[in-house]
């Protein structure tokens, strides 16, 4: 394995094979760390540090010597740039939970990479704790559903568990098959706050003992519905019983 890179663009797919036809797997956003397992033409096989997940980027010029010490708190956070003195809004963004280093600022911005800024506002420090789980949950409710997606963009229902980690920067799996194995069983069958509900392939969150929210694909975005009644439809609809519930509060 190779060096250490930084992912320097907003957002990336991460991809099953080398081709723009294969399967998006999973994203990595900016200030992301990776190992090179393998360069093959204008993709390389990488091997993502948080998670240990592996697929193909395309190839390009990453980062080597970066040290993220804010990182976004808001869904996504425009980028500016700068002309005549003047910030311009530009139609790209920095998603949620992205690290960045701050090479400039003023009273407003901080510029982030060369001649890209961002709102003061939108950041915190790297290692700030976000303990709520609620907080970050509901930012991403009405969120277009993505598979294999991880911003405000699209996400899925894995990656909504998920990134409440990666803000924290707290090891989690990014699979749902991963993160049921990696789970503890939660001890008793009543349901409450911070329950983390498994199914073949699916995966949800409990707000309170009966409020869930999902990244759900027949509603094709993020949705929060009664607990009870959500179990009911996946059984009914999926043919699909509950396979494990842990809590969000174990890890």
Not at 121 to 144: A, G, P, R
Not at 199 to 218: D, E, M, N, R, T
Not at 232 to 245: F, G
Request: proline content about 2%; overall charge positive.
């Amino acid at each position: 394995m190779k060096n250490n890179f930084f992912y320097n663009f907003s957002l990336g797919n991460i991809n099953a094979k080398p081709s723009n036809n294969s399967e998006t797997l999973s994203q990595i956003l900016y200030g992301e760390k990776f190992k090179v397992l393998k360069n093959q033409k204008n993709w390389v096989k990488i091997k993502t540090n948080f998670d240990n997940y592996i697929g193909y980027i395309k190839k390009n010029y990453f980062y080597k010597n970066f040290k993220p010490t804010f990182k976004i708190k808001k869904t996504k956070s425009r980028i500016f740039i700068k002309k005549k003195n003047k910030f311009l809004p530009t139609k790209n963004y920095l998603f949620f939970a992205s690290g960045i280093s701050v090479l400039n600022k003023n009273k407003r911005l901080i510029e982030f990479k060369k001649d890209r800024w961002i709102k003061k506002s939108d950041i915190v420090k790297i290692d700030h704790l976000e303990k709520d789980f609620l907080k970050i949950m509901k930012l991403f409710k009405s969120s277009k559903y993505l598979w294999g997606g991880k911003t405000s963009d699209g996400i899925d229902c894995s990656a909504l568990i998920q990134i409440y980690f990666y803000y924290n920067r707290i090891f989690f799996p990014r699979d749902t098959k991963d993160q049921i194995k990696f789970c503890k069983r939660k001890k008793g069958k009543n349901l409450s706050k911070g329950d983390i509900i498994f199914w073949k392939g699916h995966v949800g969150i409990c707000l309170s003992k009966s409020k869930f929210i999902h990244a759900y694909g027949p509603k094709k975005k993020v949705v929060v519905m009664p607990t009870k009644q959500t179990i009911e439809l996946i059984d009914k609809t999926a043919n699909l019983k509950v396979k494990k519930v842990s809590n969000i509060g174990n890890y």
